[in-house]
């Protein structure tokens, strides 16, 4: 394995079961849902892939390894607000299974999946914070479980787990110094195009072009070219007030090069 691969050691915590008080007062009320079989199933193959799709996407510059996947039983018993009447778990919420799984630090990140409830406000389709002393030194990410039925019909069902993982790595690699001028923020994908060419996605449109359609192609419904070129340093931004984009090989391509990855093991 070359020395400039960084590889990340993941848990993943599936509750199964959310029953949860939130809010004081009047506004008290509980959250109770249970995943379902088939919801279980849906989720647990998309974490299970996660490995392999982050090495491919990343041309083997990143890995997950290991990945552990492990069931809990015990019901998630509190929800952590994040403003503006909104919820998600937490690191104090996984407290119990942070203390027994990840204390020793021998974990990257951690990504926790839960059943939330229809009418609950939550923080986003996921939540993410960087490598913090809550989760014993790893990232923490929470995505809800009620997407699971757009699984079956979404171009790539990682897209999104992977987006909120780049989150924790992001958040290590602005910690390391490096800006976005270097590494865009991952909600940029309007402002940049591909070093590849034009016959490969996004086709020379922006990444969002690509994924919305808006250029008068088809939409892709994936991020998938903006992930990759933003994990092996293919980024070009696009330059002019039109959205074309700078032609190829007018700037440094910029992103997660071989050589930005390594910077991890400085």
Not at 209 to 236: F, K, Q, V
């Amino acid at each position: 394995m070359s020395s400039t691969v960084q590889v990340f050691s993941v848990l993943a915590l599936l509750y199964l079961v959310t029953n949860a008080r939130i809010g004081s007062g009047p506004r008290r009320r509980r959250v109770q849902r249970v995943m379902a079989r088939a919801e279980r199933e849906a989720v647990t193959a998309v974490l299970e892939r996660l490995p392999a799709t982050v090495a491919d996407w990343s041309d083997g510059l990143a890995r997950m390894e290991p990945m552990h996947i492990v069931e809990v039983r015990r019901p998630l018993a509190t929800l952590s607000s994040s403003g503006e009447g909104r919820w998600w778990a937490g690191p104090r919420d996984c407290r119990d299974e942070l203390l027994e799984l990840a204390s020793d630090r021998q974990y990257d990140s951690v990504i926790a999946l839960w059943p939330s409830a229809p009418d609950l406000l939550l923080c986003g389709w996921g939540c993410t914070i960087g490598p913090s002393d809550a989760a014993f030194g790893a990232g923490f990410t929470s995505i809800a479980s009620d997407h699971w039925p757009t699984l079956a019909t979404d171009p790539d069902p990682e897209q999104g787990y992977v987006h909120e993982w780049l989150h924790q790595v992001e958040a290590i690699y602005r910690e390391l110094g490096v800006g976005e001028g270097e590494l865009p923020g991952l909600h940029d994908a309007g402002d940049f195009s591909s070093t590849r060419p034009t016959t490969e996605p996004p086709f020379g449109d922006s990444y969002a072009e690509y994924h919305n359609g808006a250029s008068g192609r088809a939409g892709a419904r994936t991020w998938a070219p903006w992930y990759r070129d933003w994990m092996t340093g293919r980024l070009r931004r696009v330059a002019n007030p039109s959205g074309s984009a700078s032609p190829i090989g007018s700037a440094s391509p910029i992103g997660l090069s071989a050589e930005g990855w390594a910077r991890r093991s400085r």
